[in-house]
């Protein structure tokens, strides 16, 4: 899960990661920019809302794409991660991808 900053249409945005679903690779604290993009691409990172809760974002590794939809999973699956594999692939519409990380100072 990741908090953000207000500015839901804004094509930049920052992310707070607030849980372990991506660890080791992202940890509870780091921070993150993001960039809204029409392409999803395997192997990258991308935030994006929650398919069945608005509001609650996720931040996911890209594993396939599928047109214009793609399967969020987790680097962490044991941290009992919500992923494509409880909601389904993901529209790439509105989703935005990670350009930068900022360690909490691990």
């Known amino acids: 899960m990741a908090t953000g900053q207000p500015g839901r249409r804004s094509p930049v945005r ?9 660890e080791p690779t992202l940890s509870p ?11 999803a691409r395997r192997g990258e990172i991308r ?5 069945e809760r608005p509001d609650f974002w996720l931040i ?6 599928r047109g214009d ?7 962490n699956p044991g941290a009992g ?3 494509s ?5 993901v529209p790439i519409a509105g989703s935005y991808r990670v350009v930068w990380t900022v360690s909490a100072g691990r």
């Not at 604290?29 to 392409?39: K, L």
């Not at 939809?69 to 680097?75: M, W």
């Open 14 to 22: 920052r992310f707070r990661v607030v849980e372990a679903s991506m």
């Open 29 to 39: 604290g780091d921070g993150v920019v993001a960039i809204r993009s029409r392409r």
């Open 47 to 51: 935030v994006f809302e929650h398919p």
């Open 60 to 65: 996911k590794r890209v594993d396939h794409v």
């Open 69 to 75: 939809r793609f399967e969020a999973v987790s680097d």
């Open 81 to 83: 991660a919500v992923d």
């Open 85 to 89: 594999r409880v909601f389904g692939d």
